[in-house]
């Protein structure tokens, strides 16, 4: 019990970005092949994006980059550490606006909250769909790198402006971003789905339709919401899935308004 609750304790602390493990270059003595920690983590998200997580290693790593594996490890401990760096590095990629936007409080030239919030849930939504082996890594790591803290930061003072009182922020954070994050994720595995079957979106879709149409298992159901299929409008699978976004997404704004209205 004593040994469970101890490795325990160490999980919760391990980070790449605690304890200063996250050296910019190597471990002292010089830097071996020429590499550095940005290099590495570059690669690392590119191998992730075109050969996905399960596939990813140290090793698949090494020969990308033309070194050996112990070269690798001159700057990071873990493949953990490695992952979590590239973690990080994909949230790098969010265009945010400046603090002094989510701070601006009533002034005369202050976004909206609501477009300032909508906007933000997109960027999140976009990087998970571009990147579908970020999802399971944003589960398993604190995600506490730098640039996922701006992000949180700024989605905080955003979700602040709204007006809803103090013990609501994280409840409407977790509202709209796990809302993102479920959707994107779903998404991304999608397009990688498709990716792999070598056919368009909408050629996948069709194929897919066609087939539970016909089985006696799915059809019937899949009869049932004829009609929510026909409403749901969109002529191609890219604006279903916005038009669905969009949607979800204003009734969560909506839910704000109305949780701020009743105090």
Known sequence: MVKAVKAAERAARSSVWLEDKARRGGRGGGQPSGLDRDRITTVTVRLLDAEGLDRFSMRRL?????????????YVDTKDDL?????DAAFGELRLPGPEAADAGDAADAVDWRDQLRALATEY???????????????????????ALAFSRLVQR???RTGLPAHGVTGAISAVFQFVYGYGTIEGHFFARVADAGVTPDDYFQQAMS???????????IQESKDIMAARGG???????DRDFTFALDLLVAGIEAMVERG
């Open 62 to 74: 090494a020969t990308e980059l033309n070194v050996t594996a112990m070269s690798v490890y001159w």
């Open 83 to 87: 992952l979590e760096l590239a973690l």
């Open 125 to 147: 939504r976009a990087l998970l769909v571009r990147h579908p082996w970020l999802s399971p890594l944003a589960g398993r790591y604190l995600n506490i790198g730098p640039n």
């Open 158 to 160: 955003v979700i602040r």
């Open 211 to 221: 087939a539970v149409t016909e089985s006696p298992d799915t059809a019937e159901v």
């Open 235 to 241: 002529d191609t699978v890219a604006e279903m899935l």
